[in-house]
């Protein structure tokens, strides 16, 4: 057996400490955000190392890659930027009114035509669709009773699936014709929705919550029974 390596990559600054961290999934990149707001890219590759000090003006809290390898990250600070896998800085960055969480990029099936949109949770009450080259976006709010918004995937390239401190997951379009339409939801339990994961291939959803784990039809949210 060979001998593990292990390797100290140090933040911007020594007092910082890290509070997001993220590989890409096209290359050999690890995105490390700090408290501070800044960012650091490490290139696992060649061993190089990018501190981006003013990324953001407060804690970084989560981002999330695309396959052209771009990373959007969110903080504190409300704001969302987009950078690629050296730190470059591509678009405007985004002000949100609230706190950001669950930022994410939504998929698309032909690499000659990608999707350069994200979703994110905004306070948890309301659905952030912004499209950053040019900040076109529209903000829809969630149902009073759905209670806060926790979780959510994306679901193809225009349905999101939601999972709220209700209990209740709910399917919900980004359509430009219906933005924020509700198609469908199920209340799974009284207990807030701790973890939601889709496999689109078997078309069937789990939902965990309350340390239970149970399993649905993606088409409709009924519930699928084991034995």
Known sequence: MGQRKFQDIEMANQKEKASYISWSGVAPVLAIGSDKGSVVFFNRKNQRKIPCISKHGKRVSNGDWNKEGNLISGSDDKILTVSNSVGDTLFDSFIVRG????????????????????????????????????????????????????????????????????????????????????????????????CICANFALKKLAVASQGAVKFFNLGDLSEIYTD
């Open 99 to 194: 706190e950001v969480t669950n930022v994410r990029w939504c998929p698309y099936k032909d690499d000659n035509k990608p999707l350069r949109c994200i979703a994110a949770i905004v306070s948890g009450k309301q659905m952030l669709y912004l499209r950053p080259e040019d900040q076109k976006h529209f903000l829809f709010k969630f149902h009073d009773n759905f209670g806060k918004a926790l979780t959510f995937e994306w679901f193809d390239h225009n349905k999101l699936i939601c999972g709220f401190s209700s209990g209740i997951v709910s399917v919900i379009s980004t359509k430009s014709t219906e933005p924020g339409k509700e198609l469908y939801q199920t209340q799974v339990g009284n207990n807030p929705i701790e």
